[in-house]
């Protein structure tokens, strides 16, 4: 007659306390990394579709640059004609759209909540975006998921600039210095961070 064996109960709850163990340890860190992958292709996106509203606008006007084009005098112009908004939130109420409470930084900093000089919108995406003129190129201040958080520059906060070219990058010229992670990671509006994906291949290493 065959003996069967069974588990008994201690050594059930033992391998049952390893497998918490192993979770509470492993899936806060799986999260993270998807939130992370998340944000990165966010931005990516939002970037991504600016430009192409930009090169197709210099394309229909015959312009060598995005400075040149009647919507550039215009920048209320350029967003509701050439991207997907579904929402308009005045200077005054730039909290409607980006975040209401302070921005903070990976370091831990924190900062005045983020105010647009000119009206800010929300994008059919999420993204909430403001666009202002910064000599012949234009910045742009992008909050991946608009007012929900982490509210975190770097994160779901970045800052950019599109040159008088229609290319994206960290500074209004285009020819920038290399992008410096321990800028990214103390500044609450994303100062570098941009840069600094695009070089990572758009993995949120830091």
């Known amino acids: 007659m065959n003996k069967k064996f069974a588990f008994s109960l201690s ?18 860190t799986l999260i993270n990394s998807y939130q992370r992958k998340a944000y990165s292709v966010q931005l990516r996106k939002t970037v991504n579709d600016i430009v192409n509203a930009v090169d197709m606008l210099i394309t229909e006007e015959g312009k060598s640059k995005f400075s040149a084009t009647t919507e550039y005098a215009n920048l209320d112009t350029f967003v509701t004609n050439r991207l997907k908004t579904i929402k308009t939130c005045a200077s005054t109420e730039t909290s409607a759209c980006f975040a209401n409470t302070a921005y903070g930084t990976i370091g831990g900093g924190n900062s005045a909540a983020f105010a647009c000089a000119g009206n800010s919108y929300v994008l059919a995406s999420s993204a909430a975006i403001c666009l202002t003129k910064d000599g012949s190129a234009v910045k742009v201040n992008v909050d991946i998921n608009g007012n929900e958080g982490p509210n975190i520059g770097g994160r779901d906060m970045f800052e950019l600039y599109i040159t008088a070219d229609g290319e994206a990058a960290d ?36």
């Not at 033992?14 to 918490?20: E, R």
């Open 11 to 28: 050594e059930v709850l033992v391998t049952m306390s390893i497998i918490g163990v192993i979770s509470a340890l492993t899936v806060p």
């Open 171 to 206: 500074c209004p010229s285009g020819n920038c210095e290399d992008p410096s992670t321990a800028t990214c990671t103390s500044s609450a509006l994303g100062t570098d961070c941009y840069g600094v994906l695009s070089e990572a291949n758009w993995q949120m290493n830091y």
